[in-house]
């Protein structure tokens, strides 16, 4: 596994954002996301030793496309110069939750998992609900050693406790959010010692399972809005 034609390409490109550029370097993206595809088979197999939900998987369904929708953004470059892939139980969906990566050149790159959707009403209220209902759980998770040696808890919150739920609950401060995300910023350098680095991955991820499998079991039964 050699992640040096990834941050090369995607270096590239994010200086060459542009159509013409990116359809002469079809041979140097092909490369790049084939190694970029072999990383995401070792995380598969190696995580799969404790998750068996992800074993199932395919990389190249769990990628997302380098073309940026342009249509609401004041930025019009045509790509995001960044490889990015979920691995959950239902591949790249953002439910069930599962383990997110990006890679991108400048130091941008992290390891994330969690739920990262504000647009998802019901699953909101179904994780609001589940933390109030199972406080002792969710206080364990986000302050055990292992969570809060990699991990501090992010995603978008309102100002007051939502109505509905006591202004006085021991996670009050919890329910306020609309996402609950994680993310484990990684330098650039970390990918060039993958030997090294791998197992540091795999730890990292490893970490955040407990908190993943708290935020399942509040969704289940949640259906992805039909589009």
């Known amino acids: 596994m050699n992640t040096k034609p990834i941050f090369h390409y995607l270096q590239e490109l994010s200086e060459n954002n542009n159509r013409e550029w990116y359809h002469l370097h079809k041979a140097e993206y092909k490369e790049a996301n084939a190694e970029f595809e072999a990383l995401l088979q070792e995380l598969i197999l190696e995580l799969g030793k404790k998750d068996e939900d992800i074993l199932h998987l395919v990389p190249k369904d769990l990628t997302f496309k380098l073309v940026r929708d342009t249509r609401f953004s004041r930025d019009k470059s045509p790509y995001n110069p960044a490889f990015r892939a979920h691995i959950g139980p239902m591949g790249k969906l953002p439910v069930p939750v599962g383990y997110y990566l990006m890679l991108k050149p400048g130091n941008g790159s992290f390891l994330g998992g969690g739920l ?89 991820f490893q970490a955040m399972k407990p908190f993943n499998d708290f935020l399942n079991k509040a969704l289940a039964g949640f259906q992805m809005p039909a589009r």
Do not use: C
């Open 116 to 204: 990262f959707a504000d647009m998802f009403k019901d699953a909101t209220a179904m994780v609001r609900d589940y933390i109030a209902a199972h406080p002792g759980q969710w206080e364990e998770i986000i302050h055990a050693q292992e969570f809060r040696k990699y991990f501090t808890l992010q995603g978008t919150a309102l100002k007051n406790v939502p109505a509905g739920y006591d202004k006085e609950h021991p996670q009050a401060e919890f329910l306020k959010y609309k996402s609950w995300y994680l993310e484990y910023p990684v330098e650039d350098s970390a990918f060039l010692d993958m030997e090294t680095f791998l197992p540091q991955m795999i730890e990292v």
